[in-house]
Every structure is written in structure tokens, then in C-alpha cells.
């Protein structure tokens, strides 16, 4: 099992109320209590039956933290409402951050008005030992995710973390709302030998006192959030065969996926698994997962399959003979043989430029958008050794396999089995 670490830092575990109190409620102060715990042995609770505003439960750091730069872009909200059923339809979640009790941003996280299709439909409860609970990665810094501002919030100075709910007859009798540890960051890390993706679950939600968010499991079913490093820090090993999922959140390009570190010749890795990602392009603001490769000195075997991806970066060090579903392909002398791309551009934009044609073979490139494979910007003469070209247009089309941006003449020098003429 690889050494799995926490990228971020806990700002409160919430097994005890110190720092919290009321949020836009009135009455008793929240209270730490187990019965509605997901981390540790307490969550700070509070009995909520608002009909006609959205109540629920505070808390003020002792000290302000910068979440404007990439140490600590997310924060994982973990939020349970005991009677989600009696939620109100269009707006039933709210969770709330910024710099104070009168300068934070808020959020939808269940309703028809939400801002992201995850949380759309109503409640979303993780599954799996946090049954119940919405576990929401969110980065404040995004401007679109925001449903509402309150005062001027300073991200650079975050000490204000809320949660409430709104009920359609609010007949609660206990405690139903409640907020368990905050931790802001940008994900796991992994190290050492025999690595697998089920290491990242089991050192998150396996370990009660760490439940940070990052990484759970629903039976086979791996649920990462934020961005998994692998070999940062000492060198990684090992075979993953994991069926991983990247859930959708209130994140940005960049937020979520695979980094990769290639820098030890001790790195030696094989991903064999499935690795889907569910986010989607909200404006302009695109959710879906990367995968970065850097480094060259150890060694990457790609060959299961990456599918709903936005980027996908390699390096000489890397093999690739399983599937790549992305919009973006920077190749960067991988090698890729009996492998197969998916690939899903706008109209006249190419998924890879100047794809190093030597290290292909036997490779499927599969139209799922409306633009081209690749992009070749040198004139010249080209070899494409058993390449298949499927569901492109024709010559000169926005959507032609090959897009000849070089100025000059190209010239493709095909063998081996085609499956469709590579238009340009």
C-alpha cells in the first residue's frame, strides 16, 4: 500500500463547538454532537424548521486563510441534513464562505436553481459510510459558481464557513442540520510502492479521524475530488486497476484529476483501471479532470481507459496502449501504440498539435465533437503507420481529421491498415 498524505490543512475537526454559533438562525447555540457525525466523533449540529429562509450553523476560524492562490483553492464542504426529504425544492442547501459574518459568498447545493447539474436535482448524498452527507468541493475564487454576496468578501483573509437549510414544513423534533470538519486544500498525495487509488479511500474515509473528502468509496466504485498527486516527494510503483470516478463540484479547469511525477528512476506505474469524469463545460468554466504527466525518468504503462477528460499531458516516459477520452492532447513524446482517442473539440480546433507521428502506430483517433484530431503547424512529409481516422468530415472541413495550419504543403505518407482516409 503507497504512503497517502493530506494536501491542505484542517482549519476545525468540529468535535467541539469551539468558534461555532448560529447561521442567519436564532435560538440555542449549535452543539457537537455524535449522532450526526461523519468525521471523528462529533459534528456541530442544530435543530432548523425554517419554512422561509434558510438556517443552520456557523464558524469563524481563529485566523484568516488565503484561498487565492494554489495551496488552498478548495474547500471541502461536508454537510448533512437529517430530514433531506422535506427539503425545499428550488433552493434546499445552502453553504456560505468568505472573510466574515457579513462578507461571504453562497452557494446552492440542492435545489432546481443550483448552479451545477450535480446538485440539481435536489439532495446528493455522497453514499457509503457518509450516508446523507453532501461532500462538495468548492473554489471560491470562481465568480460563476456564486448564487449570492453578501458584503465584500476578502478571499485572501477566509475565516467565515457556514451551512443552512430551507424545509417545506419543517417539522424537525431534533437536530438536523449539521457541518463536520473543514478542511481546505488541494487533494491527496501518494508515495511508495504497491500504489492503488483504493489507498487514497482507505486513508480518507477508511480512517475516521481523517474523512477529509478527497477520496471515497461506494462498494468498487472509487470517488475522488481535487487533484491526486502521484510520486511528488518520493518516488511511486505499482499497478492500479481501480474503477475511479471525479465528481462534479463547484470547481475549476485545473482543480481536479491525476499529476503525475516521473522525476525518480524508482517510478514505475501502471494505470489499468477506469478513469471517468463527470464534470462538463459550464460557460466558461470547465469542471472535468486532467491528467498530467511530468518528468522522464521513471516509467508510465497507460492501458485502461480515460474517458470525459479535459487535458491529458505525457512525456517521453510514458506508453499508452488503452483508451483517451479528452479534449486536449499534449503527447509530449509518449508513445502510443494499439491505443485508441477519443476525441472532443469545437469546430476548427485540433486536439494535439504536431503529434509526433514516429511514436504512433496502430492507434484509433475517434470523432466524439466537431473538430480535428491534429493540428500540423511544419510543412513537409509526414509517415502515419497504421493510424484509423473515424467519424471526421471531409477535406478543408472544420471537422477534417488533419488541419494543415503550417502555411506550406504537407505531405502524408500512409501504411498499414486505415480505417478512413485521414481528411486535411
Given at each position: 500500500m503507497s504512503t497517502v498524505t493530506f494536501n491542505g490543512v484542517r482549519l476545525t475537526d468540529a468535535d467541539s463547538n469551539s468558534g461555532w454559533g448560529n447561521f442567519n438562525a436564532s435560538g440555542p447555540s449549535p452543539a457537537a454532537e455524535p449522532q450526526l457525525k461523519y468525521q471523528g466523533s462529533r459534528a456541530v449540529n442544530k435543530k432548523v424548521t425554517s419554512t422561509n429562509s434558510r438556517s443552520g450553523v456557523r464558524y469563524i476560524h481563529s485566523a484568516s486563510v488565503d484561498m487565492t492562490g494554489l495551496a488552498n483553492p478548495l474547500w471541502i464542504c461536508k454537510m448533512k441534513v437529517g430530514d433531506a426529504g422535506d427539503l425545499n425544492d428550488v433552493f434546499g442547501c445552502e453553504v456560505a464562505i468568505g472573510s466574515g459574518t457579513s462578507a461571504y459568498y453562497s452557494y446552492n447545493?440542492?435545489?432546481?436553481?443550483?448552479?451545477?447539474?450535480?446538485?440539481?436535482?435536489?439532495?446528493?448524498?455522497?453514499?457509503?459510510?457518509?450516508?446523507?452527507?453532501?461532500?462538495?468541493?468548492?473554489?471560491?475564487?470562481?465568480?460563476?459558481?456564486?448564487?449570492?454576496?453578501?458584503?465584500?468578501?476578502?478571499l485572501s483573509a477566509v475565516d467565515f464557513f457556514g451551512v443552512a437549510a430551507q424545509f417545506v414544513t419543517g417539522g424537525a423534533k431534533s437536530e438536523?442540520?449539521?457541518?463536520?470538519?473543514?478542511?481546505?486544500?488541494?487533494?491527496?498525495?501518494?508515495?511508495?510502492?504497491?500504489?492503488?487509488?483504493?489507498?487514497?479511500?482507505?486513508?480518507?474515509?477508511?480512517?475516521?479521524?481523517?474523512?477529509?473528502?478527497?477520496?471515497?468509496?461506494?462498494?468498487?466504485?472509487?470517488t475522488l475530488r481535487g487533484l491526486h498527486r502521484l510520486g511528488f516527494g518520493g518516488s511511486i510503483s505499482g499497478m492500479d486497476?481501480?474503477?475511479?470516478?471525479?465528481?462534479?463540484?463547484?470547481?475549476?479547469?485545473?482543480?481536479?484529476?491525476?499529476?503525475?511525477?516521473?522525476?525518480?528512476g524508482a517510478s514505475d506505474l501502471t494505470l489499468a483501471g477506469s478513469y471517468t469524469g463527470l464534470g462538463r463545460i459550464y460557460g466558461n468554466e470547465d469542471t472535468r479532470p486532467d491528467l498530467i504527466v511530468t518528468g522522464n525518468t521513471g516509467s508510465l504503462l497507460i492501458s485502461g481507459t480515460?474517458?470525459?477528460?479535459?487535458?491529458?499531458?505525457?512525456?517521453?516516459?510514458?506508453?499508452?496502449?488503452?483508451?483517451?477520452?479528452?479534449?486536449?492532447?499534449?503527447?509530449?513524446?509518449a508513445a502510443l501504440t494499439g491505443a485508441r482517442l477519443t476525441v472532443n473539440t469545437a469546430p476548427g480546433i485540433a486536439t494535439c498539435s504536431d503529434a509526433d507521428f514516429t511514436r504512433i502506430n496502430q492507434t484509433e483517433f475517434s470523432q466524439n465533437g466537431s473538430g480535428h484530431a491534429v493540428e500540423i503547424t511544419a510543412s513537409g512529409t509526414y509517415g502515419l503507420a497504421s493510424l484509423m481516422f473515424t467519424g471526421f468530415g471531409p477535406d478543408g472541413a472544420n471537422d477534417a481529421a488533419i488541419y494543415n495550419n503550417s502555411g506550406g504543403a504537407v505531405t502524408l505518407n500512409i501504411s498499414g491498415a486505415a480505417k478512413e482516409r485521414p481528411h486535411m
Open positions: 447545493l440542492a435545489g432546481s436553481g443550483a448552479s451545477n447539474d450535480q446538485y440539481a436535482a435536489g439532495y446528493s448524498s455522497q453514499g457509503g459510510l457518509a450516508e446523507g452527507y453532501i461532500i462538495a468541493a468548492i473554489n471560491p475564487a470562481i465568480a460563476f459558481w456564486r448564487d449570492s454576496v453578501s458584503g465584500n468578501p476578502n438536523n442540520v449539521a457541518c463536520d470538519a473543514i478542511d481546505i486544500g488541494t487533494g491527496l498525495d501518494y508515495t511508495g510502492a504497491d500504489f492503488s487509488f483504493a489507498d487514497g479511500a482507505d486513508t480518507d474515509q477508511g480512517n475516521s479521524q481523517n474523512r477529509w473528502g478527497f477520496a471515497c468509496a461506494n462498494g468498487s466504485v472509487i486497476e481501480s474503477a475511479v470516478i471525479f465528481v462534479d463540484g463547484y470547481h475549476g479547469a485545473g482543480d481536479a484529476g491525476i499529476a503525475i511525477s516521473l522525476g525518480s480515460f474517458e470525459g477528460f479535459r487535458r491529458i499531458q505525457l512525456t517521453s516516459a510514458v506508453t499508452v496502449s488503452g483508451s483517451l477520452g479528452l479534449s486536449e492532447f499534449i503527447q509530449g513524446g
